[in-house]
């Protein structure tokens, strides 16, 4: 059963900073890997998605990168802003009979002006 | 382009009731998904529908029922509400049943008092 984590589940940090977000996941057998960003009783916000052949994307100040190996992906900010503050969640797509997204629980960041 | 679209927004029921929650999805996409989002957890799937058919189901019990109409959208529907079913509930569509990237609507906010 694919589980993944996301650790610590909350972060504070000043504004400026550069900051890593970790992803673990157990089974390597995945087909993408997702970040997405849930600001507080919203929807979704897909952020990157990274395909099981490569090995990072960007988009602006985000880079995400995948090692399969060793399932685990980052998520890096960099220059955080206030506007960054927001919920951001990992999920890898397994293909196949039970194409699905299994999600962690999220890493709630708080970005101090 | 309209993306993908729920009703309604918020939802408050009481223990014992059922509801129906619906899902509009992106233009183009075929496929609907479900998901649960316990407050502080990431989201769980809850099931898949293709061509008007139900094609995996998480876990889930027999309470939480959809259908899917010949233009995609989608209904969930939950009966005998338990004060556990309260969360936010995510309707997710995609290209084709394995594709792999799901675009998020807003989510429905549903409270079982």
């Known amino acids: 059963k694919q589980e993944v984590t996301q650790i610590p589940a909350a972060l504070s940090v000043p504004e400026g900073e550069n900051l890593v977000l970790n992803c673990s996941f157990t089974?390597?057998?995945?087909?993408?890997l997702q970040w997405f960003r849930q600001d507080p009783g919203k929807g979704l916000t897909s952020l990157l998605l990274?395909?099981?052949?490569?090995r990072e994307q960007t988009s602006g100040r985000l880079n995400a990168s995948l090692d399969k190996s060793s399932g685990r992906s980052t998520l890096y900010i960099a220059a955080s802003q206030p506007g960054d503050s927001a919920t951001y969640l990992c999920?890898?797509?397994?293909?196949?009979?039970?194409?699905?997204?299994?999600f962690g629980k999220g890493i709630t960041l708080s970005v101090r002006p | 382009d309209a993306g993908v679209t729920q009703s309604p927004t918020h939802l408050i029921k009481t223990r014992g009731q059922q509801v129906t929650l619906r899902c509009s999805p992106k233009s183009g996409h075929d496929t609907v998904s479900w998901y649960q989002q316990a407050l502080g957890q990431g989201p769980q799937f809850i099931f898949q529908?293709?061509?008007?058919?139900?094609?995996q189901r998480g876990n889930f019990p027999d309470r939480f029922s959809g259908h899917q109409f010949p233009n995609y959208s989608s209904e969930l529907n939950v009966n005998a509400l338990l004060l556990g079913d309260s969360a936010l509930y995510l309707c997710?569509?995609?290209?084709?049943?394995?594709?792999?990237?799901?675009?998020f609507g807003s989510g429905t906010q549903l409270s079982v008092l």
């Open positions: 999920a890898v797509f397994v293909d196949g009979a039970n194409s699905k997204l299994t």
């Open positions: 997710a569509s995609s290209l084709t049943l394995a594709a792999g990237k799901l675009f």
């Open positions: 529908y293709y061509e008007e058919e139900e094609r």
């Open positions: 990274i395909q099981s052949s490569q």
């Open positions: 089974d390597s057998a995945i087909y993408n």
